[in-house]
T-cell receptor
Framework: GDSVTQMEGPVTLSEEAFLTINCTYT??????LFWYVQYPGEGLQLLLK?????DKGSNKGFEATYRKETTSFHLEKGSVQVSDSAVYFC????????????FGSGTQLTVLP | GAGVSQSPSNKVTEKGKDVELRCDPI?????LYWYRQSLGQGLEFLIY????????KSGLPSDRFSAERTGGSVSTLTIQRTQQEDSAVYLC??????????????FGPGTRLTVL
């Protein structure tokens, strides 16, 4: 079945540091890939997405590239801010069953001033 | 509506009682999804509706869980004879459709269920 493996947390960085959160996946079809973010006390929000190989999703300075050869979708940001502190979830939606999202376990990011 | 809404935001109940959780999707969204977020299990898919029908009930953890959707809009998730392991945040999401490319899901704030 489909699965998403995500970098274990928690991750603590200083403001303006470079961020990478690793995500790899297993899917039977041709999945769409997503990063969701959950800020403290808030619901899940879509951060970015990519629907096919070599697509790059980007939003709010975050980027992730759909790498089919390595089955990866790593999240990166060049300079994090305190306001980026949140839990980040990698997820996929398989084209063969384009209904549910399969989520990774989430990575807690804390950015210190 | 402006977004997916869920009620109640918090629910505390006693073991063995039944609970109903409500979800109002974004207006015009035909697909609706329920997920559960718990400490031990992360985010788990429960059930999905396309219109009023539920073609995929594979994620419901037991027969104590059921869900319905009426009028292609509001959905209710019912948990009968609640157990302590049912304690979790129950999330609802909706999307325009369920087909690939039009299934970007928008999430509600969740209902935090605590079973004592």
């Amino acid at each position: 079945g489909d699965s998403v493996t995500q970098m274990e947390g928690p991750v603590t960085l200083s403001e303006e540091a470079f961020l990478t959160i690793n995500c790899t996946y297993t899917a039977t079809g041709y999945p769409s890939l997503f990063w969701y973010v959950q800020y403290p006390g808030e619901g899940l929000q879509l951060l970015l997405k990519a629907t096919k190989a070599d697509d790059k999703g980007s939003n709010k300075g975050f980027e992730a590239t759909y790498r089919k050869e390595t089955t990866s979708f790593h999240l990166e940001k060049g300079s994090v801010q305190v306001s980026d502190s949140a839990v980040y979830f990698c997820a996929l939606s398989d084209s063969g069953s384009a209904r549910q999202l399969t989520f990774g376990s989430g990575t807690q990011l804390t950015v210190l001033p | 509506g402006a977004g997916v809404s869920q009620s109640p935001s918090n629910k505390v109940t006693e073991k063995g009682k039944d609970v109903e959780l409500r979800c109002d999707p974004i207006s015009g969204h035909t697909a609706l999804y329920w997920y559960r977020q718990s400490l031990g299990q992360g985010l788990e898919f429960l059930i999905y509706f396309q219109g009023n029908s539920a073609p995929d009930k594979s994620g419901l953890p037991s027969d104590r869980f059921s869900a319905e959707r009426t009028g292609g809009s509001v959905s209710t998730l019912t948990i009968q004879r609640t157990q302590q392991e049912d304690s979790a945040v129950y999330l609802c999401a909706s999307s325009l459709e369920s087909s690939a490319g039009r299934n970007e899901q928008f999430f509600g704030p969740g209902t935090r269920l605590t079973v004592l």
